[in-house]
Every structure is written in structure tokens, then in C-alpha cells.
């Protein structure tokens, strides 16, 4: 019999840790520590749901949280942690201190956390907060300087004015812009266009509401909208508003100086009315044509679904940029109204999921007045109404 060469044998140990099973000839010391542990969550290969595995204690599970965060790498600790929270069904866990300490944080968990925010016992509250800053943390380092970089690029060239007066004339651009109009005889430029600085003073030049679905199912839409809030008001020449809903309406505005306290502002689950939440922005517009609307939501409307179809087409007319995001997450293809979103589609209302990483350059062209089908087009975006990529 020909003897396994060393390719063979590294195939064969991998399929023996991912299907499982009780023999552990052929496994090192290190494999067999893996084996135990992922047998813990999967035995013998199974996919299969279950109640039992971990033990009932905190303690035991934290113990197997430290284990795994040890021995894998981070994006298969975040993998694996979702999977216990699932199948063993220790949510009721995530209350207890021992348990929140042990915990990489993950966006789905993070949103489970806050859903239970209020079943959280005083002694793991502090616990609690810090898993979520620890989350929110990562995801500023991630979307920060790309969403800064592309909104201030699209804030200053909306600055420039195009008839400035004499003190107000950015000479250098001036210059540059009317070099083919060099009179050689005057050994001058005259200037066809004058090009402007903004106005020194601190301005809101163009508003932005964000109005968030915090129904369950829009839970990881409901904190990557919040980091963007954020960010977003951070920029002075940038006016933000973030307004979330479900039956109610919460205005989260005042807290956007601490993404931290707008998660723990946000009631995840619960009904959801559209229409009401929109008629609130809608009643704080102060300038439409400066304005951009994006409402994010899976249009799963709870209150008057013709009454919201109104408000949207009245917000349209009215000159402000309404675009609808069925989901801003990494989970791909999200579960929505159908119907809602065609009703939206036919008012030319930009209706599609969007990814973290392209909604910096999603609002930059919304902001500076462009087109978002070509933009989608460019970025391979699937808009609702369309049937391919716009």
C-alpha cells in the first residue's frame, strides 16, 4: 500500500476537523485541542441545532469564548461565536459579565446586546458599554477617513462660487481655469470665470437626514448608519440629522458627539411606520433643495402605505435628493416590500442595498448634485425597478 505523502496527509486532517468524528489517530496535540473545542459546538460534523454542548454555567462558556479566541483567527472566533449564540441558544448568556467580557465583538452580537440592553443587570452594564465601544472603535477606524476624505471633497467643490466678490476670488483656481484666454497683447488673463472660496464663516452648506429603520431585522443597518451619523456631523459645513423609528419616533441628533450613546438610544424590534417617521423629517426640512433624504428601511410599512408613497413623491418634488437604501450591511441581498420599492422606483426614487464601503461615495455624489444611476452603474449596484445593474 503507498504511503500517504505530506499533501495527502494535510488534506486528510483537514477533512477530519471539519467533518468531525470520534477517531483521533493522525491528529496532533494542538488538533485534538481544536477538535474538542469545535466538537463542542459541532458534533461529529453535525449541522444540526441543539440546546446542550458548552454546559449550563457562564463560567464554562467563557472558558470555550477564551479557548477559541486563542487558537483561531479573528474572523473565524466572530464565525464561530454567532453560531453558538444560534444553536446553543445562549442569548440569555450575553447578561451575564463573564460572558460579555469573553466576547470578540462582532456587529450581529453587538446588535443583540443592544436589543437586550435594558434586561442588562447593573453589575454587567459597564461590560456591556465597553463591548460596544470596542465595536464602534473598529468600525470608525474602518469608515472614518474614507467617508471624511469623500464628503469634504464634495463639500468644497459645492463652496465655490462661481460669482465672487473681490475678497471672496480664489485667485490661484481663477487663474488656472481661464489660462486659454491669455491675451498676449496685454500680457494679461482675462477671466471668463471667476472661481471663489466658500465663505470663511462656519456654514451648513447642505443638510442630511438619515431616517433608520430600528425594526429587528434592520438591527446591523441600524449601527453602520449610526457610525456614518456620526461621522457626517462631525464635518461643519455639513448639517446631520439621524431619526429612528419603529411605531415610534426618536430623534437621535442631540447624541451624535458619542456613537456609543446613539446605539444605546436605538429600541431595536418593535412595529414599524414608515409614514409617520418620514412625516417628521419631512417637517424638519428647512432648505429641500439642499437637502438629502436617505431613508433606510426594508419598506415593510406597518402604517399608511399610500400616505408614505405621498410624502416621498411631495419630498421629491419638493427638490430634495430622496434615496432609499434597503439595507446598509455586509449581508448581501436583503428581504423587502417588493411592491413599496416599485411604488418608489416609479417616483424615480433611487431604491437599492447598499454596502459600508460604498456609501461614502454614495453620499459625495449625492451631495454635489449626481447622477446616483450612473453612480450605481459604476458600482455594479442593483436598483430596484431596473432588473440588472443600474
Known sequence: MTE????????????????????????SK????????????????????????????????SRWLGDIRERFPANVVKVLQKDAFERLNLTAMLLQPEMLEGIEPDIHLVATVISLKHLVPAQSKDTARRLVQKLVDELLARLRS??????????????????????????????????KHYQPEYNSIIPERLIGFGRKKPQHLKEVFLCVDQSGSMATSVIYASIFAAVMASIPALKTQLVVFDTAVVDLTEQLADPVDVLFGVQLGGGTDINRAVGYCQQQISKPRDTTFILITDLYEGGDGNSLVARIAELKNSGATVITLLALNDDGAPSYDQRMAQHFANLDVPTFACTPDKFPDLMATALNGGDIGQWAAKEDVVMQGRGQAA
Do not use: C, H
Open 146 to 179: 474614507k467617508t471624511e476624505q469623500a464628503l469634504r471633497g464634495s463639500l468644497n467643490r459645492a463652496a465655490r462660487k462661481q460669482r465672487p466678490l473681490a475678497g471672496d476670488i480664489d485667485w490661484g483656481r481663477t487663474i488656472r481655469a481661464n489660462l
Open 30 to 61: 494542538e488538533d485534538i485541542q481544536l477538535d474538542n473545542l469545535l466538537s463542542q459546538l459541532y458534533p461529529n460534523g453535525e449541522t444540526a441545532e441543539r440546546s446542550a454542548g458548552l454546559g449550563s454555567s457562564a463560567p464554562k462558556v
Open 4 to 27: 500517504l505523502n505530506e499533501a495527502q496527509l494535510t488534506r486528510q486532517r483537514r477533512w477530519r476537523l471539519l467533518l468531525g468524528g470520534d477517531n483521533q489517530m493522525g491528529l
